[in-house]
């Protein structure tokens, strides 16, 4: 049953990233993501990361690609740009290349699909397994420096990022702010 | 069917592949991005893999801070990406060449 | 005595030298200068009589007095002392040539008065004397070399001494080259000496010669005296080396007359009987010097029968009677040469000065076709001019008639002269006709005949002034009467000369013998002062010592002999006055006549046997063409090979030019090239597009996969 699951979760998950790398259109690019994402949180479920999951579907699909999403906006590509060919020169290259890197990651780890491995999974089931207690078990303990660095890590990329989209005279956005203080001191006046 | 580690590994493999590709020669630099999160992705579920055949926990808290780190980094990438839009309003790579001898 | 004499004779003639020689040439007033001059020779002749009275104090046999000046050459073996040797022969060369050239220097007052170069004459002259001297009385054979290049020098200065002519510095030069070939043989017979000997020094030599010619054998003698005869050839004017005296005419006449008459020309005659004792010890040499003396005789006399040059005829005379000399000295009859050397040097330089004389009265007119009849304007010089000519004519009793008797008779074959041959004698009986035809021929010429002097000279004729002719007259008178020192014993004299100079010729049996008084300076204390009865003394005490030495001579067959030759010798010289006198007083048309039957004998022997032509032709081109060939090797090979390195280093430097520039560089600027194209080449990696940088990673991974895979 699993195994049917896993393969249709997989086909959704590589069907669904090839759109997004093919596609013009960049929304669409998103929103095929967003499917990649879900399907990949439903491959985490299989494998017994329950957690892991729900925190890729909420910072991920929730956080990073509404994110995404939101920069397509501000960016407001017209009709005539999507026209434009959209893929790089060297794409036969890359093929090439890609290919044959994936055949030597393959190489390297076939070995490994031979042998069926006991997940252990009838084990735990029988115990009173739970992932995210065990999740959070490791995480306040043995890797709670990592823990906290990545909680910084995250303050300042905030800032960063604040820093960096900030609106500067002369921008198109900034503008439209100014005209409209301006107009209300007009009026003011 | 048992899904060994193996069929893991291949799913994540194909995933990097395909990201890579979409890195590699895709010219709209949002897409670029998003075929980063791609590979990301496929880390994780490389991870996770192994972290269900050796039944440890290790692998998922790994993967938790990939997440993590892949939130801040579009953050960041995304809030240059506006920067530089300010300067030359295009979203061509090809176009930001001013690094060419 | 002697040692102080002989020490200060040297010292006048120099004295005179550097005074006319540095201040001669500001001194407007003649007079100082002559009188400089005349009275340092005069003072040098007085020096000679002391040292002739002082040898005559002296025994026969002890009569070599050597006086030390300085030690001159010491180098390893060789040790040569600056010495004098007063000796009999050194006495009567000195005798004669300081009162011969002291008369000269006398004549020459008048004759060179008015010239330019007065006070370069009278240094010239008095140079000579030194040298003359530094010659004659030389201890040692380098002395004598020393005085013999400096009369050759002198010989040069005076016969080119109107140096502005150019036949009178052709002929200095001349002069001075063909000695010069003579004194190459000369050196190397001195050479020889030193290597056989081991010392150069007379006295020593003569006393070792038996010894050393004796263990070396006979060809070392030969071959010394032949090398020393070769110096004498060139210096007294025999064949072949005689082609310059007849060109050394065009010196002044005083000059003819002292140094190529009297003094200069007999060092060769002085020299051979110098080293008597080396050639007696070789008989083939002498029989050499015999006959090229002899052939000398007859040819210059032969030339000397067409010549109309005054002086030329006296030249050739001159060569002749040098022939003579050396016949004598030939046929070991040293005395008798030196002895005729004496009288010559008396007739000749009378002669000459009497030419001079002429020449003045003429205007500088030498040739004898344009004389005649001058008896009667020159009185004076007209008969001493006679008087000499009966001289060497050898008519009795002048003093040339004993001394060239002498000659003829030792060269005549006989038991007592072994040196000789028959046709020695014929040779020179022929030359002493010869002789007598052509000096009365000159005499006749000259101041005999009708007149055949050009109008605008004949008024200006007149005899020369008493400073001029009382040298004459003296020299006249000497010819005259100096011939009785040598009366031979035939005549019932005593023949002095040759017993008086006997000793010297000698030496090897006399310092041999008393070998405790062997070569050391002696002065003996006389017990009487009185000059006359030492001279006594010494006369018997030589007649004496003569008749041992001469035992054969009074064998009365010989003595027939004697009396015959004696009387033929006369009849040839009346023969070939009578001759001339036909020839040119009688019937002056004879000798054109002849000349006319005989045109090509006439031609070549008027011409001098044409060998001058010769010798230029042959010697003087040949050694223009050996100087031009070796110039040319200079100029082409030897440059050439020096033009050729140079050549050589620039056509190196322009390699190392080349390979500096192209190479070296090359290789800098290759660097450069290559790194300039290496970079050209990998900046176009850096397109500017991550996504080229992507793949290049991408690249990158695999194959360090690859790597990882296969190792």
Redesign the interface.
């Known amino acids: 049953m699993s195994g049917i699951i896993f393969y249709l979760l997989s086909a959704c998950i590589l069907v669904s990233a090839i759109l997004v790398v093919t596609r013009k259109n960049p929304v669409y690019s998103a929103l095929f993501l967003v499917v990649t994402i879900v399907s990949i949180a439903g491959i985490f479920i299989l494998a017994g990361a329950e957690f892991l999951a729900v925190v890729q579907i909420f910072v991920y699909a929730g956080g990073v690609m509404v994110l995404y999403v939101f920069l397509i906006m501000l960016i407001n590509l017209r009709k005539p740009e999507l026209k434009k060919r959209q893929i790089h020169n060297q794409w036969l290259v890359v093929v090439f290349v890609c290919f044959l890197l994936g055949l030597e990651i393959c190489m390297l780890l076939i070995p490994s699909l031979v042998q069926p491995s006991d997940s252990g999974e009838a084990a735990r089931a029988l115990q009173d397994f739970s992932n995210t207690k065990e999740v959070g078990k490791k995480l306040y303990t043995d890797f709670l420096l990592p823990f906290e660095v990545a909680s910084v890590l995250l303050v300042v990329a905030m800032i960063g990022a604040v820093l960096l989209g900030k609106k500067d005279k002369g921008d198109e956005l900034g503008d439209m702010e100014l005209e409209k203080e301006n107009a209300t001191e007009e009026m003011v006046s | 069917?048992?899904?060994?580690?193996?069929?893991?590994?291949?799913?994540g493999?194909?995933?990097?592949?395909?990201?890579?590709?979409?890195?590699?020669?895709?010219?709209?630099i949002?897409?670029?991005?998003?075929?980063l999160?791609?590979m990301f992705?496929a880390i994780?579920?490389n991870l996770?893999?192994f972290?269900?055949?050796f039944?440890i926990?290790?692998g998922?808290?790994f993967?938790?801070?990939i997440?993590?780190?892949?939130?801040?980094?579009?953050?960041?990438g995304?809030?240059?990406?506006?920067?530089i839009?300010?300067n030359k309003p295009t979203?061509?790579?090809?176009e930001?060449?001013?690094?060419?001898? | 005595m002697i040692q102080t004499a002989a020490k200060i004779i040297l010292l006048f003639p120099i004295i005179g030298v550097l005074l006319n020689g540095l201040f001669g040439r500001k001194h407007k007033k003649n007079s100082i200068i002559h009188i400089i001059a005349c009275s340092m020779v005069l003072l040098a002749f007085i020096c000679s009589v002391i040292i002739f009275i002082g040898i005559l104090k002296l025994e026969p046999n002890e009569r070599h007095v050597e006086v030390y000046l300085f030690n001159w050459i010491v180098i390893g073996g060789l040790n040569v002392a600056f010495k004098l040797l007063i000796d009999p022969l050194s006495c009567v060369m000195l005798l004669v040539v300081t009162g011969v050239g002291s008369l000269i220097h006398i004549y020459s007052i008048g004759y060179m008065h008015g010239d330019e170069g007065y006070y370069r004459f009278f240094t010239y002259m008095n140079l000579f004397i030194f040298a003359m001297l530094l010659l004659v009385t030389g201890g040692n054979f380098l002395m004598m070399f020393i005085g013999w290049e400096g009369v050759g020098l002198c010989s040069y200065l005076l016969i080119g001494y109107f140096f502005q002519k150019k036949s009178a510095s052709d002929a200095g030069k001349k002069a001075f080259v063909v000695n010069r070939i003579g004194d190459f043989g000369f050196l190397l017979g001195i050479m020889l000496i030193f290597v056989n000997f081991g010392t150069v020094d007379y006295l020593k030599v003569f006393s070792m010669a038996p010894n050393i010619i004796g263990s070396h054998g006979e060809g070392l003698a030969v071959a010394i005296t032949l090398l020393l005869f070769v110096g004498a050839i060139g210096k007294s004017a025999q064949i072949p080396l005689y082609v310059w005296l007849p060109d050394a005419m065009e010196g002044p006449t005083p000059v003819s007359a002292l140094i190529h008459a009297a003094t200069m020309v007999t060092a060769g005659v002085y020299m051979v009987s110098r080293c008597s004792v080396l050639f007696m010890m070789a008989p083939f040499s002498l029989q050499v010097v015999a006959f090229v003396g002899a052939a000398t005789a007859i040819y210059a006399a032969s030339m000397g029968l067409m010549q109309n040059d005054i002086k030329r005829v006296l030249a050739y005379s001159t060569v002749s009677q040098l022939g003579y000399m050396f016949m004598a000295c030939g046929v070991a009859a040293f005395g008798a040469g030196i002895f005729h050397l004496m009288t010559h040097a008396f007739f000749k330089a009378c002669l000459f000065m009497c030419a001079g004389s002429v020449m003045h009265a003429m205007q500088g007119e030498l040739d004898m076709r344009k004389m005649g009849e001058l008896k009667k304007h020159m009185p004076r010089t007209y008969w001493t001019y006679f008087l000499a000519t009966l001289a060497i004519c050898g008519i009795p009793p002048f003093a040339g008639f004993f001394s060239k008797d002498e000659i003829l008779w030792k060269s005549f074959p006989t038991s007592s002269h072994t040196h000789t041959t028959l046709i020695i004698w014929i040779i020179g009986a022929a030359a002493a006709g010869m002789t007598a035809f052509y000096m009365f021929r000159s005499v006749f010429m000259t101041f005999h005949g009708k007149s055949r002097v050009e109008k605008h000279v004949r008024d200006h004729l007149h005899e020369s002034p008493y400073v001029m002719t009382v040298p004459l007259i003296i020299l006249a008178f000497l010819a005259t009467v100096g011939g009785f020192v040598g009366v031979p014993h035939a005549l019932g004299g005593a023949n002095r000369i040759e017993k008086f100079l006997e000793p010297s010729f000698n030496y090897d049996k006399i310092l041999n013998d008393d070998m405790h008084h062997a070569y050391t300076y002696k002065n003996i204390q006389l017990a009487s002062t009185d000059p006359q009865s030492v001279l006594e003394g010494v006369v018997s005490h030589d007649q004496h010592t003569s008749d041992s030495h001469q035992g054969g001579h009074h064998d009365s067959g010989e003595l027939a002999m004697e009396y015959t030759l004696m009387v033929v010798s006369v009849l040839i010289a009346a023969i070939g006055i009578f001759t001339a006198f036909i020839f040119y007083i009688k019937k002056p048309s004879i000798p054109s006549t002849l000349a006319a039957r005989f045109p090509r004998i006439y031609r070549v022997i008027y011409n001098k046997y044409y060998v001058d032509e010769f010798n230029d032709a042959v010697f003087v081109s040949g050694t223009k063409q050996l100087g031009n060939r070796l110039w040319d090797f200079d100029a082409k090979i030897v440059d050439g090979a020096v033009n050729g390195t140079a050549w050589l280093t620039r056509f190196k430097s322009s390699m190392s030019i080349w390979f500096d520039q192209n190479i070296v560089d090359g290789l800098v600027n290759a660097v450069g090239f290559v790194i300039q194209t290496a970079g050209a080449v990998t900046r176009k990696i850096q397109t500017g597009y991550v996504q080229n940088y992507g793949l290049l990673m991408a690249t990158g991974i695999f194959v360090i996969l690859c790597f990882y895979i296969l190792f």
């Open positions: 069917m048992i899904i060994s580690l193996g069929h893991y590994i291949f799913l493999t194909v995933l990097f592949i395909i990201g890579m590709v979409g890195f590699l020669v895709r010219r709209n949002i897409t670029v991005f998003m075929s999160e791609l992705n994780g579920i996770v893999g972290s269900h055949h039944g926990v290790r998922q808290i993967t938790m801070f997440i993590a780190v892949a939130a801040a980094e579009a953050a960041v995304l809030a240059i990406i506006i920067a839009f300010r979203v061509n790579v090809d930001f060449n001013i690094m060419k001898w």
